[in-house]
């Protein structure tokens, strides 16, 4: 009975609530009808809008994404390639220090063999 009657009372509220609003409209009711019509039009051509441009961004995003992938592969392969030709560069003098060392070993070994040999 309590859900019967507030059920009720919200119907004949929004009644209430209509008829006095279209009562105290400071327009017609088909002035009112076309200013409704014309929001709700301008409504929709600002959400078409906006859906266009959002398909532009995501199309643009898809572009960018696939020439920033080029760019990084490029660059991924020329810095592969540098250290490489870097690599080949530096070999013979890498072989060169090592000649060296093993000079300079060489010879400190035999500085201390004189060493000890002086010493007994």
Same mark, same amino acid.
């Given at each position: 009975m309590?859900?019967? %009657?507030l059920l009720f009372g919200f119907m004949v509220g929004a009644?209430?609530? =209509?008829? %006095?609003t279209l009562l105290t409209a400071p327009a %017609? =009711?088909?002035?009112?009808?076309r200013c409704m019509q !014309?929001?709700?039009?301008?409504?929709?051509?600002q959400i078409s809008e906006l859906n266009h441009k959002l398909i532009q961004l995501k199309d643009?995003?898809?572009t960018a994404s696939k020439e920033g992938r080029k760019g990084i592969t490029a660059f991924s %392969?020329?810095?592969t390639h540098s250290i490489k030709n870097?690599? !080949?560069?530096?070999l013979p003098h890498q072989q060169e220090l090592q000649k060296e060392l093993q000079a300079i070993e060489s010879a400190l070994q035999e500085?201390?063999?004189?060493l000890n040999g002086q010493k007994a």
């Open positions: 309590k859900a019967k %009657s009644a209430a609530a =209509g008829i %006095s %017609s =009711g088909r002035d009112t009808l !014309q929001r709700k039009e301008n409504l929709q051509n643009t995003a898809i %392969s020329d810095v870097w690599k !080949q560069e530096i500085l201390e063999k004189n």
